[in-house]
């Protein structure tokens, strides 16, 4: 799925906006898949997968 980058903290963690829905997805520096870090309004595609405290976004990449 694709989505833009809604927030990014400097401690290496922020939330995505899934296109054409108001969810957003969490994200961790670990789920980037080549690149070093994300930036606020950068378009991405990734996979969502379920965890202990709700989905999370992982093969976190860039579309350009």
Do not use: C
């Not at 927030?7 to 829905?21: A, M, N, S, T």
């Not at 670990?30 to 997968?49: I, N, R, Y």
Request: without cysteine; hydrophobic residues 40%.
């Amino acid at each position: 799925m694709e989505g833009i980058v809604k927030r990014w903290l400097d401690r290496g963690y922020g939330f995505i906006e899934v296109e054409g829905q108001d969810d957003q997805v969490f994200v961790h520096h670990t789920a980037l898949d080549g690149v070093s870090e994300l930036v606020e309004g950068q378009k991405v595609e990734f996979e969502v997968e379920d965890s202990p405290k709700g989905p999370r976004a992982v093969n976190v990449k860039l579309v350009e």
